[in-house]
Structure formats: C-alpha cells, structure tokens
C-alpha cells in the first residue's frame, strides 16, 4: 500500500485516520519485525511531536531493541528497570508525566521529558513493549493511552 499522507492537525481527526492507516497497512503474512517497522513509522508520521517511537522485544529473559524511529537507543533492557522493564514486568501501561522524577528511568535521548510504554501480551505472554518519548512534561494523556492501547490490540489481533 503507498500512501501519500496528509496529516490532520486536530487529534479529533488525526486519530482515527492513523487507527485506519495501522488497519492498512498490518499484515498477518508478513513477519512481526516488518509489520513492527511499518506501525513504528506510521506513529512516528502521524505524531511528529514524538522524538522517539518503538519497540522492545522480549526474549523471556530481556527486553532488547526492535523496529523504531528517533535516536539510536539503548539495546537491552533488564525486566523491572526504567519505564520500559517496568511496565513490562508488571504488565500494565505506564504513563509517565517527567522522566526526570521517575526512579531508573534510563536516558537513551536527553530530549525525552514524559513517556508511555505500552505492554504486548499474546495469550499471556509478553511479546515485548510499544515505547513513545516526548520532549515535552504532562504531554501523555489518558487519551493518548487509549489510543496507543488500541494500536497495540490492532497489532495483537494479527499475531
Ligand atoms: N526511556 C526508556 C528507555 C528506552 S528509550 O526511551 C528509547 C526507559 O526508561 O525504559
């Protein structure tokens, strides 16, 4: 699928139309690394004001960098450390308003000031985390969590 892509600049509109994109262009043929690759550059399009969107993947022992878009990053992330290892040993979506004040959180870009990790749990297991980093404090709200949730389970239905 080519797209020439047209962003709207209200979330009204912006949402719905990147949920349509993801439909679009996720694949169950194609291998996980792919469609990760494609949905990592759809958010990072869609949400420019992003300086970093990615995934880490679980190997049932770590996290290690997969498909992202911003700066080159950390590669391996211990269960239970930062935002990432956190949220992904728990399980659980963590929304973090300043980086600053979070305890271990790791610094792979200084830009980054709040964050949303996104766990991806298959049939109980943990595939591995959707990471967004934003150069601004407070910017991840509540809808911003419903949203990547649903990106997330858009990814899920796939597997
Ligand atoms: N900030 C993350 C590490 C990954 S980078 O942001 C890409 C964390 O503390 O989990």
Known sequence: MNAQFDIPFSRRERDPLFLEYLKGYLDKELPLIT?????????KTFYPELNWAGFYLSDGKKL????????????????????CGQAAKARQTLLVDDTAQFPGHITCDPLSQSELVVPIVVK????GVLDLDSPVKNHFQKRDQDLFEQAVTLFIDIL
């Open 35 to 43: 469609n990760l690759a494609n949905m990592a550059a759809l958010i």
């Open 124 to 127: 109980n297991r943990l595939v």
């Open 64 to 83: 290690t960098l997969g498909p992202f878009q911003g700066l080159p990053a950390c590669t391996s992330i211990a269960f239970g450390t930062g935002v």
